[in-house]
T-cell receptor
Framework: DARVTQTPRHKVTEMGQEVTMRCQPI?????VFWYRQTMMQGLELLAY????????DSGMPKDRFSAEMPDATLATLKIQPSEPRDSAVYFC???????????FGQGTRLTVV | AQKITQTQPGMFVQEKEAVTLDCTYD???????LFWYKQPSSGEMIFLIY??????QNATEGRYSLNFQKARKSANLVISASQLGDSAMYFC????????????FGAGTTVTVRA
């Protein structure tokens, strides 16, 4: 049963701490997305990779957020330092470049206190 | 400007009845795709149905169908024979262009199915 796996599922951290979220895309998928979901803003695209290269990270606050794909089986999203306004659910999704849908992971619920 | 507009924040529907969720979109690209996702209370995003801008027929997937009206730029989701398990948030999304795979999402519509 192929699925996108995100860890951790839940994270509570103090303001100022570094947070790292991980995503394992579906094997063979070459496109990976990071989305953030909040009540106020809905679903926002933060970053998007194809074949491990970043294509668009315009939605990501550059001063504190960074997204990487060290290899084809791992995508990471880091926040340093974290702030309470970063509290949200962060989704990773993957897809085939020529495919139709993006498959979403179950999300990481981040709370920054 | 909003690319995807979902004007219904919440809807109630009786079990076994059909419900239509509205979605309008805005793009100048002739090539685009429209998607619907379901987000139950557990939080995961579940792909439901896809319509390409060049598709001649409306997409259908089981009890889900997409009423695609290109001239009106609308892509309404119809859920037939509603079930209690259909209670969830529903998001309309759009992808523009051949080579850009990112999705722009609407604000979502909450559907509550009543027994």
């Amino acid at each position: 049963d192929a699925r996108v796996t995100q860890t951790p599922r839940h994270k509570v951290t103090e303001m100022g701490q570094e947070v790292t979220m991980r995503c394992q895309p579906i094997l063979g998928h070459n496109t990976v997305f990071w989305y953030r979901q909040t009540m106020m803003q809905g679903l926002e695209l933060l970053a998007y990779f194809r074949n491990r290269a970043p294509l668009d990270d315009s939605g990501m606050p550059k001063d504190r957020f960074s997204a990487e794909m060290p290899d084809a089986t791992l995508a990471t999203l880091k926040i340093q330092p974290s702030e309470p306004r970063d509290s949200a659910v962060y989704f990773c999704a993957s897809g085939l470049g020529s495919g139709v849908e993006a498959f979403f992971g179950q999300g990481t619920r981040l709370t920054v206190v | 400007a909003q690319k995807i507009t979902q004007t219904q924040p919440g809807m109630f529907v009786q079990e076994k009845e059909a419900v239509t969720l509205d979605c309008t979109y805005d793009t100048s690209d002739p090539s685009y795709g429209l998607f619907w996702y379901k987000q139950p209370s557990s939080g995961e995003m579940i792909f439901l149905i896809y319509q390409g801008s060049y598709d001649q027929q409306n997409a259908t997937e089981g009890r889900y169908s997409l009423n695609f009206q290109k001239a009106r730029k609308s892509a309404n989701l119809v859920i037939s024979a509603s079930q209690l398990g259909d209670s969830a948030m529903y998001f309309c999304a759009m992808r523009e262009g051949f080579n850009d795979y990112k999705l722009s999402f609407g604000a979502g519509t909450t559907v509550t199915v009543r027994a």
